[in-house]
């Protein structure tokens, strides 16, 4: 069993920056590919980023987050720059445990996930 909880999100203004933090409980995460996604209301969960070796990103946010994972707090964060009023929605961490060398961009391949946090950017 992994346990995921999100941290960091909150209010900002367009233009700003915030840093979403993943922390991971139960086994160590550092083998298998970890991801953020985010869900709009009334929107379907969209890949945001992952991470394993290498980083992979969404063309909506390439260039303005990073995604990065410090193996020995078991943690992975989002680092979000250049936030736009479309940004907004409720951010989730999930790690994919089943098959860990494949980094994927579907939901449906990730097996445990956070209970999200809520960024919200006003224009």
């Known amino acids: 069993q992994v346990q995921l909880v999100e941290s960091g999100g909150g209010l900002v203004q367009a233009g700003d920056s915030l840093t979403l933090s993943c922390s991971a409980s139960?086994?160590?995460?550092?083998?298998?590919?970890m991801a953020w996604f985010r869900q709009a209301p009334g929107k379907e969960r969209e890949f945001v980023a992952a991470?394993?070796?290498?980083?992979y990103y969404a063309d909506s946010v390439e260039d303005r987050f990073v995604i990065s994972r410090d193996n020995a707090k078991n943690t992975v964060y989002l680092q979000m720059n250049s936030l736009r009023s479309e940004d907004t929605a409720e951010y989730l961490c999930?790690?994919?445990?089943?098959?860990?060398?494949?980094?994927?961009?579907?939901?449906?391949?990730?097996?445990?996930w956070g209970q999200g946090t809520q960024v919200t950017v006003s224009a």
């Open positions: 999930a790690a994919n445990t089943r098959n860990p060398v494949i980094v994927d961009r579907l939901a449906s391949a990730y097996d445990y």
């Open positions: 139960g086994r160590s995460i550092s083998g298998y590919t």
């Open positions: 991470i394993r070796l290498n980083q």
